[in-house]
């Protein structure tokens, strides 16, 4: 019920409740000669900031590169790329907005990278909102494969359904994954060879510190029976797909030798204003850069939204080049 909601409750508050709140809060506690005029103005800023996040940065699109070096990136992959999205919420990018995955689609096969990656949260409530899209997300494709993860949005846990009915469909969207062409990653891992040498792509399920999200990442379970060849040393380059950045610390460092893993959820907190995002409350990397020592995680501000809207803070597929190093 929260996500059906989500979008007429951020209007009214946007648009009438913060609005009036300032205003009268100005009006009341400045100076009356101009507490009126200070409380008009900053309530028509208001105004004016959520008119363009919802009309104008929801529909902005930034292409961004990033590389990541390791000394155990095997020499055939040095300057592999990776094109990765996530958070795609294409529920959102219904009727008027369609072309916004259309784009984003274009964009990404005309960087032509060695594989793509997708770190959840494809739909918003049901994998009825997938299959209009369908046609568009299938046309996705790169010569190592399309690799995916499950978001908490993923596994239909926002509407009142019995419990039945939200295993029903979570299936159909884990099917419509794959009706795309992507190999969907459930705590599992595949191998990409490049002659003699391989790196391992590995996808957890959705886990996160907040319990009320589903917690279904299994480390062990993800990296279990690796057949890797006999020329792989001991430490051989693990790429791990995990949508919540929550469990990079919680799990994946302490279980895993994995050197980079990518992630999304936090959607950059959908608002960048004098550098401030009001995700920095919630996450320790909301959408950049964590290291330690060698080893990173990467937050993508992601694709889209439940809510349709941006400020200062552009929907963004990501370039990744892994350097040798």
């Known amino acids: 019920m ?3 909601y989500a979008v007429p409750f951020f209007v009214m508050m946007a648009f009438v409740v913060v609005p009036l709140v300032v205003f009268f809060l100005c009006r009341y506690l400045l ?3 101009w507490g009126k005029k200070v409380g008009i103005s900053l309530s028509l800023i208001i105004i004016l900031f959520a008119f363009y996040g919802m009309f104008v940065g929801y529909q902005q699109l930034e292409i961004r590169q990033v590389e990541y070096r390791s000394k155990d990136l095997p020499a055939a992959f040095d300057g ?7 958070d795609a919420h294409v529920g959102t990018m219904t009727g008027n907005r369609q072309w916004l995955m259309e784009r984003a689609v274009n964009s990404m096969l005309a960087l032509s990278p060695d594989m793509i990656v997708f770190a959840g949260d494809l739909q918003n409530v049901y994998p009825d909102e997938i299959v209009e899209h369908l046609p568009q997300l299938s046309r996705l494709k790169a010569p190592d494969g399309v690799f995916s993860v499950l978001g908490n949005h993923d596994y239909a846990i926002y509407e009142p359904d019995d419990s039945l009915t939200k295993e029903a469909n979570a299936k159909k969207t884990q099917a419509l994954e794959r009706q795309a062409g992507w190999t969907l990653l459930m705590n599992e891992h595949r191998v990409i060879h490049r002659g003699s040498d391989s790196i391992i792509i590995a996808g957890m399920e959705n886990w996160g510190t907040v319990k009320r999200m589903p917690r279904k990442g299994d480390v062990a379970k993800t990296l279990a029976g690796l057949n890797l060849p006999s020329s792989v040393t001991n430490n051989p380059f693990i790429l791990m797909l995990q949508h919540d950045p929550t ?3 919680e799990l994946i460092l302490p279980q895993c030798h994995a050197q980079l893993t990518l992630s999304g959820h936090t959607h950059g907190g959908q608002a960048n204003v004098f550098g401030f995002s009001p995700a920095a409350f919630s996450y320790e990397n909301y959408g950049d850069w964590t290291y330690e020592g060698s080893r990173a995680l990467f937050v993508s501000t992601g694709l889209g939204a439940l809510i349709p809207f941006r400020l200062g803070l552009p929907g963004e597929i990501v370039v990744l080049t892994l350097r040798r190093g």
């Not at 790329?81 to 996530?86: D, E, L, P, T």
């Open 2 to 4: 929260i996500a059906r």
């Open 31 to 33: 100076p009356r000669r």
């Open 80 to 86: 592999y790329r990776i094109v990765m999205f996530s």
């Open 247 to 249: 469990a990079w610390r």
